[in-house]
């Protein structure tokens, strides 16, 4: 079956513009999870989704990062006004449920690079 | 926040060689998590440990829980090439955090033919 996709793989955009990611989970699991990855870093926490709400979204490392899930599948995050510091692989991963317990499969990430 | 510490950072080593790879925190957890990632894809599970002091085994991987749940190792046994990748340790944190997985920054092994 189809893993967790994203798009657009690669992103170069310059600084000040707006972009949008976007994340396609596997079918028919409930929770979503959008992480960043900085060269040498491990992964950062920024937000999760049950269903389409978002419980917590302290994670988020500034206001200029949203993000949105509609229909409990295909999710969105958007920064806005990006800075070079944005620039990173942008990760998403969906489970059957939120919790540790359940397993979280993770798509191949989008690589932000910010000029 | 709960830091966790991978060690080290990078690992080069001869095909059946054996290596081990830390994960520490001064932070309890619920539950740790290792995975593997390999360059331009996202990290792959490996395994779950719950119990303190719980150790599991995956063919020659070797996975060890702290008896306080404070940290972990992962122990390869005759490594091979295709056990090249970016090692990933993820707790799972208690009370606010719970659900949430903190990620370490990772170890780079790199095994030789």
């Known amino acids: 079956g189809a893993g967790v996709s994203q798009s657009p793989s690669n992103k170069v955009t310059e600084k000040g513009k707006d972009v949008e990611l976007r994340c396609d989970p596997i079918?028919?699991?409930?929770?979503l999870y959008w992480y960043r990855q900085s060269l040498g870093q491990g992964l950062e926490f920024l937000i999760y989704?049950?269903?389409?709400?978002?419980?917590?979204k302290s994670g988020l490392p500034s206001d200029r990062f949203s993000a949105e899930r509609t229909g409990g599948s295909v999710s969105t995050l958007t920064i806005q006004r990006t800075q070079q510091e944005d620039s990173a692989v942008y990760l998403c991963?969906?489970?059957?449920?939120?919790?540790?317990?359940?397993?979280?499969?993770f798509g191949p990430g989008t690589r932000l690079t910010v000029t | 926040t709960q830091l966790l510490e991978q060690s080290p950072q990078f690992l080069s080593i001869q095909e059946g060689e054996n290596l081990t790879v830390y994960c520490n925190s001064s932070?309890?957890?619920?539950?740790l998590q290792w995975y593997r990632q390999e360059p331009g894809e996202g990290p792959v599970l490996l395994v779950t440990?719950?119990?303190?002091?719980e150790v599991k085994k995956l063919k020659r991987l070797t996975f060890q829980f702290g008896d306080a749940r404070k940290d972990s190792s992962l122990h390869i046994t005759a490594a091979q090439p295709g056990d090249t990748g970016l090692y990933l340790c993820?707790?799972?944190?208690?009370?606010?955090?719970?659900?949430?997985?903190?990620f370490g920054a990772g170890t780079q092994v790199v095994v030789t033919p």
């Open positions: 991963a969906s489970s059957l449920a939120f919790g540790a317990s359940y397993e979280q499969y």
């Open positions: 079918s028919g699991h409930t929770a």
């Open positions: 989704f049950q269903g389409n709400s978002a419980p917590d």
């Open positions: 932070s309890v957890f619920s539950s």
């Open positions: 440990v719950v119990t303190g002091g």
């Open positions: 993820a707790g799972e944190g208690l009370g606010d955090s719970w659900g949430k997985l903190q």
